[in-house]
């Protein structure tokens, strides 16, 4: 059974930081492209990062870039967002997900990041 579970989300003021943990089982992760995404209410779901299966690529949002650090342990098959200088716009559920050939394959649950002003 595939399981992609978010944690690490919460509320922080305005400037503060956040580290968010996707922990996967079920599949090779390995062998998958791992991407936050996040959605806020009342807009579409948008991509934040995207990291390599073999984390030697990165790519990120413009609205993130210098701020937010994605990153992955593929032996203990996680995903990780280091998220800094977060600004009130940041508030939204975050998602992280599984690609294989440019296909977006699984997504966790999502967790709720609230930025206070």
């Known amino acids: 059974q595939v399981q992609l579970v978010e944690s690490g989300g919460g509320l922080v003021q305005s400037g503060g930081s956040l580290r968010l943990s996707c922990a996967t089982s079920?599949?090779?992760?390995?062998?998958?492209?791992m991407s936050w995404y996040r959605q806020a209410p009342g807009k579409p779901r948008e991509l934040v990062a995207t990291?390599?299966?073999?984390?030697?690529?990165?790519n990120y949002a413009d609205s993130v870039k210098g701020r937010f650090t994605i990153s992955r342990d593929n032996a203990k098959a996680t995903t990780y967002l280091q998220m800094n200088s977060l600004k009130p716009e940041d508030t939204a559920v975050y998602y992280c997900s599984g690609s294989a050939f440019n296909e977006i394959l699984y997504w966790g649950q999502g967790t709720q990041v609230t930025v206070s002003s």
């Open positions: 079920g599949f090779t992760f390995d062998t998958y492209d």
């Open positions: 990291i390599a299966y073999t984390g030697g690529r990165t």
